[in-house]
């Protein structure tokens, strides 16, 4: 039987090195999609997943539980990916191309039909948004996939939160007009319209905020 989560941060708070072994292996999965989403098909990706692990070595002891630790790990995660981006902006970056023909080989397996055609749409949205200004991309991706709201990300980017729903109303309208044009996600474009209708606050108030 699997032991439950607190026993198992509790186990790692008193120094259990085991604990924190099986805490890295039941959550990297985890942390290595957040960070996927929040930086694309990076080739830190990696280094990124192991720096939120030694992020939260350091911090567990703090950990008191006033949240769920997965809460509390998605944020260590969240601002660990913003960090490793400005710290990235003045670096040379391997190209989409790059990445992929150094992908590992069990990536390229043959599927079947209907998972392959799951993936290639994944891989043709994440296309799209890395086409999205990293601003935009930003407030969209930390919005809309990873569900935080406008006041907490404008605390995590450093920005006012009418710049964060300005930004995120231009992300919607841009990815809108793009996916319009990949066929595999033609069909998704009312679904996101839908999404932007059902919180007009996104909508800038004036054409110029910051986007």
């Avoid at 567990?60 to 944020?75: I, N, P, V, Y």
């Avoid at 391997?94 to 749409?121: G, M, N, T």
């Avoid at 990293?134 to 969209?140: A, G, I, L, N, T």
Wanted: net charge neutral; aromatic share 6%.
């Amino acid at each position: 039987m699997e032991e439950g989560i607190d026993q198992l941060v509790e186990r790692v708070q008193r120094g259990d090195r085991a604990a924190f072994a099986a805490l890295f292996r039941r959550h990297a999965p985890i942390v290595t999609g957040i960070a996927y989403r929040m930086l694309g098909r990076s080739p830190d990706l990696e280094d990124v997943v192991q720096e939120v692990f030694v992020q939260v070595h350091r911090s567990l002891g703090e950990f008191r539980g006033q949240a769920k630790f997965s809460t509390w790990l998605h944020r260590v995660a969240v601002n660990v990916c913003l960090m490793h981006r400005r710290r990235a902006r003045s670096r040379p970056q391997l190209s989409s191309d790059e990445f992929e023909r150094d992908a590992p080989a069990d990536s390229q397996r043959a599927r079947p039909d209907l998972q392959v055609d799951r993936e290639r749409r994944i891989a043709a949205f994440h296309r799209l948004l890395e086409r999205l200004s990293e601003k935009k991309r930003e407030v969209f991706v930390l919005h809309e996939i990873e569900g935080l709201p406008p006041s907490e990300i404008a605390t995590l980017v450093g920005c006012p939160v009418l710049t964060v729903r300005t930004r995120l109303f231009y992300a919607r309208k841009e990815l809108g007009e793009m996916m319009r044009d990949e066929p595999s996600l033609a069909a998704l474009v009312d679904a996101l319209d839908a999404g932007s209708r059902t919180n007009d606050r996104t909508k800038p108030e004036t054409e110029g905020d910051d986007r």
